[in-house]
């Protein structure tokens, strides 16, 4: 890893963000064990306990499909069939295995298009429950047991629940950090711009946790020794929400159009970093309990509040914290196509989100920046509209 | 499943009582108001029908409304109204076209919209979703309906199955998924008691599970008759005939629907009547959801003398003897049961030939029982659930047999705008060429 020094934060992520997976790739030349995952719902506290190199895959969006159709429907979700892509063309050559947690039909019924097409010496399909009642934790528990097992298989080493609950402390410091570097965004102009937070946070699901929390460290170090911006305090103030957007473009295109992104509800960013493990006895539980009822993610339903409005703050209260704390003027809200878990929640976001004052612009696009110069366009229009 | 814009000739006059079952299930929505009962928005295949029955809530089956509109080619305005309030077309249309018809619906204040097919559904009390190993919209569509119905109480159930993983004995993992799925329907009970007010009758539903053991096991003898050659019906058909099963599990009128059936099999075996005459090439409906606005399809097919035998759609059942469930004196433990053995009927084979997989065993199995000779898939530009992981089944398939002719369909379950019909006839057409090529070099 490019070794970090006062002031190098930002140039660090940066390479990472560019040479996506060469920190993995140069720790299964030094003997690790590298394991790709995909989503949020990734248990990285049980893959670091494990010992081994957890990394969360990504796409490319510059990069047309050019190999993954030949394996894999067009119907699937963009951003999925965009990574299988990716690994097909070796991309990934460097993992020993992978993750693949129940997020959503995309992965769900792809599964075995993923396993028996990479054919990788591990594999797991970690079967999240979509619901989050007390049967469904005891059930988590059960198959997180059993995907521990089947590290242990892999690995040849037995996984303490000491090794679980030490990995919980280092994630949960890691996403501490994170929090603070998020922060210093609240000010106005925020120190760190929303390209460059991208690239922190593409670069930190890169990372083992330990360099992760280094990094952030850097960065925060370095952001704060910033001068004040001369700015432009007059400049629209975005928050974007979707699910896995891990490229700079979309961001460049709001920035470049004379915003600020501010803050994001996005499943690389703030859904990973706000809410922590819980320290329990059996640490098991702990995680069981984060990943299912603290995660916000549309494919665990939610709906226990006894009015519609109480549902809504259950889902997306979140959202609205973050309008009234990082002070939003607007939020975009891009969605791939052909993803049925958000597309089915357009409707209650949007009007969620603007209730809480903050107009809204709804993007369905591909995962992709072949269509970049139409979402351009809307967005300064949006931005027009509300200046 | 239902009535097209231009009728449909049936192969069978037992199919043709279809549509009356179909209107049946949407006018006991309409109806049951007035009659004191409890509707609920559900999903087939959700393992809840046994429930609902012995609770007398009436299910409106949403997925039916909507292949009904299709069938009918009267989808679009529904369709229309959903997409207005940024519901992408990209995607469930069974989802979209429903979630159109609620919201006009609601802006009628509960009356449905003039025009709706078979008078459309009534406003349900409760909407019951489940969280599965495939469909999505089984949990979101309720949850996007409840934006425009927000009194309007909705219960997400979970019913998983152990994964296929060719490394690992599912019978190992097989306990903890009954204990979760027993308990899901558990609390399914407890949700639907709460909002009808009533009291589960645990002795009616004991007897309503022992009823649908039987109707599973009346199918599956039913559906074997078509092994014969030439075969008495085919999937054109069976797609009417899935209705009793699909929609009315847990019914005397299911089981009674497939003793008529089977009665009429029979005879048309010992009358040595087959659907095409002559019957040139057997060909496996393989995977994936018909669309319903072009059912005619099967009947080109038949035209050209190809039949399809056997399906892997909507056959969402097995023998219960073949599943081999222990014995318990709790009905949802042992619907439980039978949900997790009939996901994971398949998984044994597979794990016997390296480089397959359980659906693809399934389609091998009914391959060799009903001699096919080709297979078709169809997959649905709208529908992630049944048609992702079309393409892998396909090429393990074609790793077994060769040469195999497999034709893969593009279009959709309801979005008649991606249907092409001259097109379709096209590919028709070159793949039985292909089936003629490769009979002839079976000999």
């Known amino acids: 890893m490019t070794e970090l020094r006062d002031g190098n934060g930002l140039a660090a992520a940066e390479k990472l963000y560019t040479q996506y997976g060469s920190r993995a790739r140069e720790l299964k030349a030094s003997g690790k064990k590298v394991i790709g995952y995909l989503s949020a719902l990734g248990p990285v506290e049980i893959m670091t306990a494990a010992g081994v190199v957890p990394i969360r895959l990504k796409g490319n969006v510059s990069e047309a499909i050019s190999k993954g159709d030949a394996y894999m429907e067009s119907i699937v979700c963009p951003f999925v069939r965009n990574v299988f892509d990716a690994a097909v063309k070796g991309k990934y050559d460097f993992l020993d295995g992978m993750v693949l947690p129940h997020q959503c039909d995309s992965i769900d019924r792809t599964n075995e298009t993923w396993s028996y097409t990479l054919k990788l010496p591990y594999w797991h399909f970690l079967n999240v429950p979509h619901v989050t009642d007390d049967p469904s934790i005891t059930f988590m528990k059960e198959i997180l047991r059993i995907f521990i097992g089947t590290l242990e298989k892999f690995t040849g080493t037995k996984i303490t629940d000491e090794a679980i609950a030490n990995a919980v402390k280092a994630h949960n410091e890691n996403r501490k950090l994170m929090r603070e570097l998020y922060d210093l965004r609240k000010s106005n102009p925020p120190p760190i711009s929303g390209t460059e937070m991208m690239k922190v946070l593409v670069a930190a699901m890169s990372l083992p946790v330990d360099e992760s929390s280094a990094l952030i460290k850097a960065v925060t170090k370095e952001v704060k020794e910033r001068k004040p911006a001369a700015g432009k305090p007059a400049a629209k103030r975005i928050m974007l929400i979707g699910d896995q957007i891990d490229d700079v473009a979309v961001i460049e295109a709001i920035e470049s159009a004379g915003a600020y992104l501010v803050m994001e509800d996005l499943s690389i960013g703030a859904k990973m970093y706000w809410e922590d493990v819980d320290a329990t006895a059996d640490p098991v539980q702990g995680i069981a309990e984060r990943y299912l009822r603290k995660l916000k993610i549309p494919t665990t339903f939610v709906g226990s509040a006894d009015t519609y409005e109480g549902i809504l703050d259950e889902r997306f209260g979140q959202m609205k914290k973050y309008v009234n704390e990082f002070k939003v003027d607007g939020a975009i809200l891009f969605i791939y196509k052909y993803c049925d878990p958000y597309g089915f929640e357009v409707p209650a976001i949007k009007s969620y989100v603007e209730a809480a004052g903050a107009p809204v612009l709804y993007l369905e696009d591909e995962y992709s920046t072949s269509s970049l110069a139409r979402v351009k366009t809307r967005i300064e229009a949006f931005l027009e509209m509300i200046a | ?443």
């Open chain 2, 1 to 443: 499943m239902a009535e097209e814009k231009k009728g449909r000739a049936v192969a069978t006059t037992t199919a043709a009582k279809i549509p009356k079952f179909v209107r049946g299930n949407l006018s006991a929505t309409l109806k049951a108001k007035e009659e004191g009962k409890k509707v609920a928005a559900a999903f087939i295949a959700d393992g809840q029908d046994e429930i609902m029955r012995a609770m007398d809530i009436v299910p409106a089956w949403g997925e039916s409304f909507s292949g009904v509109c299709a069938a009918k080619r009267d989808a679009e305005k529904y369709l229309q109204k959903a997409e207005s309030d940024n519901f992408s077309r990209s995607l469930c249309t069974y989802a979209t076209c429903n979630i159109g018809f609620d919201m006009m619906r609601e802006e009628l204040g509960g009356v449905a919209p003039e025009g709706a097919p078979w008078g459309g559904m009534a406003r349900p009390d409760m909407m019951l979703g489940n969280g599965q190993l495939l469909c999505d919209p089984r949990f979101k569509w309720p949850q996007a309906t409840q934006h425009y119905q927000r009194d309007v109480p909705v219960f997400v159930t979970n019913m998983y199955y152990p994964p296929w993983d060719p490394n690992v004995d599912h019978h190992d993992q097989e306990a903890i998924y009954v204990k979760y799925a027993t308990e899901e329907l558990r609390e399914t009970v407890k949700f639907c008691e709460k909002v009808t007010g009533k009291k589960m009758d645990w002795d009616r539903l004991a007897a309503t599970v022992e009823l649908s053991d039987k109707t599973w096991d009346l199918f599956i003898d039913t559906y074997e008759l078509r092994k014969h050659i030439p075969t008495p019906m085919d999937t054109g058909d069976a797609m009417n005939t899935m209705v009793p099963l699909t929609f009315n599990l847990g019914t005397q009128e299911a089981y009674d629907f497939y003793v008529d059936l089977k009665a009429e099999l029979e005879q048309k075996i010992a009358d040595g009547v087959g659907v095409a005459n002559p019957e040139k090439y057997r060909v496996i409906w393989a995977a994936g959801l018909p669309s319903w606005f072009a059912l005619g399809d099967f009947q080109y097919f038949n035209g050209k003398g190809v039949v399809f035998p056997v399906e892997v759609t909507y056959r969402g059942c097995e023998k219960i003897e073949r599943l081999d469930l222990p014995k318990t004196n709790d009905p949802l433990e042992h619907i439980a049961w039978r949900w997790v053995r009939y996901w994971t009927h398949w998984y044994d084979a597979a794990r016997k030939r390296p480089g397959s997989t359980p659906k693809v065993e399934r389609i091998i199995e009914y391959i060799e029982d009903y001699k096919c000779d080709g297979a078709v898939f169809h997959s649905a530009f709208s529908c992630r659930s049944w048609h992702a992981g079309i393409m892998q089944q396909a090429a393990t398939l074609k790793n077994v047999y060769k040469d195999l002719p497999i034709l893969i369909m593009e279009g959709d379950i309801v979005d008649i705008s991606s249907y092409n019909e001259a097109d379709t006839h096209n590919r028709i057409d070159a793949f039985i060429e292909t089936l003629a090529a490769y009979k002839k070099k079976q000999g």
